[in-house]
């Protein structure tokens, strides 16, 4: 179920399906200088750095970038925190809880994996389509197989395949017959919308799932702030993109109505990791 207004809604729970260019709509506004995102080898910055690395690639990066002050945890992973417009940290010292529902919402939740147990391109095709053991159910499922979602026209750059819930709805009578509520799957995460990225050569780069289009927008954006509305839920994304230099698979989540800015933000966090990469460890 698409979950209620969350500070970050983390839609890849199902990522199993998975594990999942074209400017943006909207130019970001105008920036103060002191409002300028803070690059990690920004020798004004003050910050304190924190060593992290993605596999064998080591990487210093300003602490305020992350959800805990040392970066990394003892297991490896590590998650980023910037906030929209400005796709910059928060002031050192501030959590990315903090502030109200509406600071909060703002954020956009990075979360890198090194990819080593298969080849890299092979994570961001599971990442669309589900890793489900059946063939059969992949074949037939409407929200598993891109030939029987709604082809729509290009968004922000990227081909859409819509949930047809006339199929999804056929589907679960004829699998669970006439007791099948197929009415709670309207919400299921299972039912998002799907933006996919291709190169030139056609191979995927981009996966962005989205709650459904039928849901309607829990916030608006007026002169480059954005605005909360009255409604139950913020529909949210989930966004996974490449960094082939680190072998990392990046999986990011935001609002939906930030997916006009999706571009903007794969340039920002290949940017960050670029700017503060030490090299690669010696082998062992």
């Known amino acids: 179920m698409t979950p209620p207004r969350a500070p970050l809604p983390w839609l890849l729970a199902i990522a199993c399906l998975a594990a999942a260019a074209c400017g943006s709509g909207a130019a970001p506004p105008p920036a103060a200088e002191a409002s300028r995102p803070m690059t990690p080898t920004d020798a004004n910055a003050g ?27 003892a297991q490896g992973f590590m998650r980023l925190i910037l906030r929209w417009p400005e796709l910059a940290p928060l002031p050192a010292g501030t959590h990315y809880l903090s502030g109200g529902e509406s600071e909060r919402a703002r954020n956009i939740d990075i979360s890198p994996d090194y990819i080593d147990r298969v080849p890299l391109q092979t994570s961001l095709e599971r990442d669309l389509i589900s890793n489900t053991d059946s063939e059969q159910e992949r074949r037939e499922n409407p929200t598993l ?71 309607p927008e829990g916030a608006r954006i007026v002169e480059g702030r954005l605005e909360l509305l009255d409604a139950p839920m913020l529909p949210s994304c989930s966004h996974s993109f490449l960094m082939p230099r680190y072998g990392a698979n990046v999986r990011v989540s935001y609002q939906r109505i930030f997916v006009r800015d999706w571009k903007r933000i794969e340039q920002r966090i290949r940017e960050i990791f670029d700017n503060g990469y030490l090299g690669d460890a010696p082998a062992r």
Not at 53 to 62: D, E, S, Y
Not at 167 to 173: E, M, N, P, Q, T
């Open 145 to 215: 197989n891109p030939d029987l979602r709604i082809h729509g026209d290009p968004v922000h750059g990227l081909t859409p395949y819509y949930t047809d819930f006339a199929k999804v709805d056929a589907y679960y009578r004829e699998r669970y017959g006439k007791h099948g509520d197929t009415a709670a799957q309207r919400h299921s995460p299972f039912n998002n919308d799907w933006l996919v990225g291709r190169d030139a050569q056609g191979t995927l780069t981009t996966v962005i799932k989205c709650t459904s289009r039928e849901e």
């Open 47 to 73: 910050e304190r750095m924190v060593e992290v690395n993605l596999g064998p690639h080591r990487f210093r990066i300003a602490s305020n970038y992350f959800d805990i002050e040392r970066g990394q945890d």
